[in-house]
């Protein structure tokens, strides 16, 4: 299924499963592969090119898969909207598809930047 014909309340539905269960963890994970994945090496290739800098594809690949780490910081930033929509408050919500890419990238760009981005010392 692609990404965006869930709609907000499905996805909605899918993030509260994954904060309570393992199982619906591992099917929001599943669902937000693309995403990461598409994010993250679209992420790497304009920093390489930005940078002018050469990695292996082994480097690109650990490269993007440190977009998972923007996971937990997005459900926990999720699950607060979430428990302040629960409390009556009215809290604009976007469909976390729209808001992982984001964190994806930074996460991304972080790595590359910590490992890849240093200037030689001399």
Avoid: C, F
């Avoid at 679209?42 to 993007?64: F, H, P, Q, R, Y």
Wanted: glycine share 4%; hydrophobic share 35%; charged share 35%.
């Amino acid at each position: 299924m692609d990404i965006s014909e869930k709609s907000l309340q499905e996805q909605i539905n899918m993030v509260r499963k994954a904060l309570y269960s393992k199982e619906g963890e591992s099917e929001l994970i599943e669902y937000l592969d693309p995403i990461v994945r598409s994010e993250g090496e679209n992420t790497v290739n304009e920093w390489v090119l930005k940078k002018g800098i050469s990695i292996t594809d082994k480097e690109k690949k650990e490269a993007i898969e440190e977009g998972w780490l923007a996971l937990p910081l997005a459900l926990r930033k999720y699950k607060e909207k979430l428990d302040l929509i629960d409390k009556g408050e009215d809290v604009e919500i976007h469909k976390i598809s729209e808001y992982l890419p984001w964190l994806v990238r930074q996460a991304v760009i972080k790595h590359l930047d910590q490992n890849y981005g240093l200037e030689t010392r001399d």
